[in-house]
């Protein structure tokens, strides 16, 4: 799909991988609502976007894991630009790093990096298949390919997201529905780095577990590659190419990658403490 003239949500867009994402959909000449918890740092993305493309960008302050907060930036679009054709399903959390993670914590993360995914697709999908078209981008991780040392809730409800995304595009392609799975590796955004900043041994070793396994994009080339991949409907976006062949070592022998994974994390809480 072409993002030229078309309308589109980009959730998180405050900022990282979000608003980079907004800033290149609109220099493909997209229109785009800038939605996030941080209203100001929305609203900075859309000043941005609109002072090199003016009228391309509006801003919300949102909880997008919200079913109400959703449809409202899905009025909001349809009210300023027209009917939604791309979903960025973007915003996420890292979360508590082990098995302390209570409820309240496990029921954060599934809601902003699972939830919110669902949700939006209920909201959308029924409307794309009537109009035959429409466009859903989630953001996972190589995390929800791989895992995430030092996270479960990240681990997990990345995986899941990935999971949601296949179903999705299994279910939906033959309605005239596009569906993305963006799985970079690090990039060099605040969430990448909130676990080393957290001080936690677990949360170092995080970071450093992305870090340390390849290069360190900026969310400017990611958001080209993201661009790309919805120019040619491809489902996996990998921006880190290395992913492709971790993931094939992890299904060619499973008890080999594990092993692998415990060195590793050994290594990196060696180095910690
Ligand atoms: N940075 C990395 O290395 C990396 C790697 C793989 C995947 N990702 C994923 O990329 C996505 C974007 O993260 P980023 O790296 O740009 O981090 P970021 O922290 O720069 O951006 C995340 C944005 O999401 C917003 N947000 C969080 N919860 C929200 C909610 N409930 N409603 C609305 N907005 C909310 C935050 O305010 C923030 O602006 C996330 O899903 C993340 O898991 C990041």
Redesign the pocket.
Known sequence: MKATGRVAIV??G?????GAIAEELATHGARVVV????AD?AQAVTDRINAASPGSAVAAG????DTAAIGDLIALAQQRFGPVNLYFA????LGVPGLEAGEADWDRVID??LR?HIRAAQLLIPDWVERGEGYFIS?????GLLTQIGSATYAVT?HAAVGFAEWLAISYRDSGVRVSCLC????N????YGGEKSGDPRGVAATRA?TSAGVVLE?AQVARDVLAAIDEERFLILPHAAVADMFRQKAADYDRWLRGMRRYQASLLDDIR
Do not use: H, R
């Open positions: 959730t998180g405050g900022g990282g991988i979000g939605a996030d918890l941080d740092a949102a909880d997008v894991s973007n915003a996420g959390v902003v990096n919110a953001t996972a991780s190589a995390a990345k970079p590796m690090g990039v955004t605040e969430l990448l992305v969310p």
